[in-house]
Each structure stands twice: as C-alpha cells, then as structure tokens.
C-alpha cells in the first residue's frame, strides 16, 4: 500500500535518478560509543548518480517538471565548489538535456585548485557549459543571471528550463526529502533526533515536513551552513509558505517543530574553522568516512556541540544525513593539507 508521502508525491512528474532504491542506512559504532549516543548515518552521499549527494532527490522533480514541460537545457547557479550544479549536470545528461551552469565567486580567497579540481572538473567532463557571475551574495541577480542566458538560447531555438536559487518559487526540491523522510521511516522508525543540514532549505524543509505528516516524535535539528540562524528562520518560512501551497497543505502543520541552530557556521559559508576540522577528521579516522569541508562536516561539528552541551540526550537514537559534497575535498586541498 502506497504510504501518504507516496501518495502525495504521485501528483508531481518525477525523473528516475535514484534508481528507484534508498541509501545505504549504517550504524557508527565507534562514534557511538564516543559520543555516548546511538548513531546513524543515513548515506545519501551515496546515491548513484554523478557521485551522488543530496541534490540527486531534489532534481528528481525538477528534471521530471523540466521533461515534462519539453525543456533541452538546464540553467542553474551556485558556489564555484557547487555540488547543486554538478549535480545537475549529471541529471541533464541522464535526461538527455544540455546543462549550463553558473559559477558564483561566493567564497573569498580561494586558490587555482578551487577554481579548477573538484566539482567544476567534474562537470566539464560531464559537458556542461560553464558561465560566470562575479558575486555571490545577490540571489535574485544571480537568477536574472540565468534568464539573461535563458533568454539567449529561446532566441536560438531552445527550450531552457531555470532552477531558480531565490525563494518564492514552487520549492520542487522539498518534495525530494519528504520522499526521504517516507524512506526513512519505513527503515525504522523510533528516532529521537534527526541532524541535516540547512543551506537553501530544500532538504530540512522537506525532511520535516515529511517527517510532521508522518507524525514523527524525532526532532529535526536544522544546522545551518550558509546564514546565520535568524536569517535562516525568515528563508525556511517563505519555503514553507509555498511547500504548503504547493502541497495543498497546512503551513502550520508541515512547519510544526523547526529547530535550527548556527553554531557550527563560523567562519561563514564555504570556509574551516576550528570545529569543523574536528568533525572532519573525527568522521575520517574513527569511522573511515569521508565528510564534505562545505557542509557536511559543519552538521557533524553541530551535532557534536548538541550532544556535548545535552541538548542531544545521553543514548538517544540519532539519524545524521550524509547529504555527499565529498567531490569538493580536492577543491580545498590547500585549507585541507594544513589539518
Ligand atoms: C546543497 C548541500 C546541502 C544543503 O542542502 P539544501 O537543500 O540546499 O539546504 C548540504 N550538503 C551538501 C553536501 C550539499 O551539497
């Protein structure tokens, strides 16, 4: 029997490119141990396609709506080290579309590595097209960024379809972590404390909202990655506003429990500071895997700071997301090799 997050799903076009199976789901043992807790890592850096990550869920419904709607190009921006983009690279070429991508220059500083290794070497062997915008701090340009150059290619005969990065647009990306949440549950289902990350809301927005409509006890604890949390709290509420809207929803309830956190984030987006290499190498030599410098490893350090501080309990069973971004190790190897 189709489960209610399914069942609301079915209404979207959607594009295969999970293939149709969940994440890996593991127990850490030697963390759990450590930290005093009992706890998980749910493996969606581990997807398959275009070495995975959480981006794969959410492009599930905008390459089905981009299909849907006749497109042969995807537009999209993001960080100079954006896993979104390359991602989405991927998809376009699973879907048999074009793919251009905008470089953001988000992260001041940076050497030629960041520039060139990692996810933007990665994307051009996927045969994207790169494009630039010198900022990284303006959304809305940024997307007018993305019509300028959609507009080019309507002019030449071609069907762009744009993911937008500012908010108040149909949050299509959402709907993959709802069908997360649905996943997760149906692995097990007594969680207390559910830990992701949260940059443009796509993920926790989704994850919580599918977890509320399941009626999940577990607190979702929001870390953010990007802004601080108060600004986090003004963006996450206007992604709700059209997630209900999009759902035919109550806001109230799908928003119900919004935890967010942003201790973890100094220095700022994109950049190391002192918890975040801990996390990083704890994951690596405790447990042998690997987090991501951008994001993943901010939620680690987050997680850490909320068990030592008890707000994270003594033996609770605890869910932490590996949303991937692994690629972007070899665009920071020189923050890296200082560890
Ligand atoms: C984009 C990204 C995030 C943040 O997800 P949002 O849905 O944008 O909030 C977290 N982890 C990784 C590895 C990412 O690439």
Not at 27 to 43: E, T
Not at 132 to 146: I, Q
Not at 211 to 218: C, F, G, K
């Amino acid at each position: 029997m189709p489960s209610e997050i399914a069942k609301i799903l079915s209404r979207f076009p959607r594009a295969d490119l999970m293939g149709s199976q969940p994440t890996p789901l593991e127990r850490l043992n030697r963390l759990s141990d450590q930290l005093g807790i009992d706890l998980w890592l749910k493996r969606d850096d581990l997807s398959l396609l275009g070495f995975g990550g959480n981006k794969i869920r959410q492009l599930e419904f905008y390459l089905g709506d981009a299909v849907d709607k006749g497109a042969d190009t995807i537009l999209i921006t993001g960080a100079v080290q954006s896993n979104f983009v390359r991602s989405a690279a991927a998809a376009a070429a699973r879907c048999g579309m074009h793919a251009v991508l905008q470089l953001e220059e988000r992260v001041a500083d940076m050497d030629p590595l960041y520039h060139s290794s990692g996810n933007v070497l990665l994307a051009q062997i996927l045969g994207a097209e790169h494009i630039r915008y010198p900022v990284g701090e303006d959304e809305n340009g940024a997307d007018d960024g993305l019509h300028r150059k959609a507009d080019e290619l309507i002019a030449e005969g071609r069907k762009p379809y744009v993911i937008h990065l500012g908010v108040g647009h149909p949050p299509l990306g959402s709907l993959g972590y709802m069908a997360a949440a649905d996943e997760l549950i149906a692995e097990m289902a007594d969680w207390d404390d559910v830990v992701v990350a949260t940059g443009s809301g796509s993920t926790h927005t989704g994850l919580l909202a599918g977890l509320n409509i399941l009626r999940s006890s577990a607190t979702v604890h929001g870390i953010c990655v990007r802004r601080s949390a108060d600004l986090q709290r003004e963006r996450l509420a206007v992604v709700f506003e059209h997630l209900a809207k999009l759902l035919e929803r109550d806001e109230a309830e799908i928003a119900a429990g919004n935890t967010i956190s942003d201790a973890a984030l100094t220095p700022g987006y994109g950049k190391m500071g002192e918890h975040t290499r801990e996390a990083l190498t704890m994951m690596a030599r405790v447990e042998g895997i690997f987090l991501d410098p951008v994001y993943t490893a901010k939620v680690f350090a987050g997680l850490i700071a909320k068990v030592r501080s008890g707000e994270i309990k003594p033996g609770a069973k605890v869910v932490m997301f590996h949303t991937g971004g692994t690629p972007a190790l070899f665009g920071y190897q020189s923050t890296l090799a200082a560890l």
